[in-house]
């Protein structure tokens, strides 16, 4: 996955989102996860690379978040919840 791909910028948005609706800065974000500050600054910026999911997890803690509700946002369509499964559903009858 391209680091400019649509869902990059989605889970970029959504951690910036984040940030904003607790009211904290990077660095508290980065105090709370784990995180290195300079790592959250990175994934948030233009050019982040893909976060790791292991990296989304502690960044999902710092919000008291679980991973499932990070991508229940109406930022992820249900295709992008498929996509980052990896599940396909097959049509039914």
């Known amino acids: 996955m391209s680091r ?3 869902i990059n910028q989605k889970v970029r948005a959504r951690i910036k989102a984040l940030r904003g609706t607790h009211g904290l800065t990077q660095a508290e ?3 709370r996860s784990g995180v290195d500050y300079k790592h ?3 994934l948030e910026g233009k050019t982040a690379p893909s976060v ?3 990296t989304l997890e502690k960044i999902c803690l710092g919000f ?3 991973l499932h509700e ?3 946002d109406p930022v992820f369509t249900h295709a992008d919840r ?3 499964s ?3 559903k097959t049509a039914r009858k």
């Open 82 to 84: 498929i996509a980052i």
């Open 40 to 42: 959250i600054q990175l």
């Open 29 to 31: 974000l980065a105090e």
């Open 64 to 66: 008291a978040l679980k």
């Open 86 to 88: 990896g599940k396909t």
């Open 4 to 6: 400019n791909s649509p």
């Open 70 to 72: 990070f991508f229940d």
């Open 52 to 54: 790791r999911l292991d």
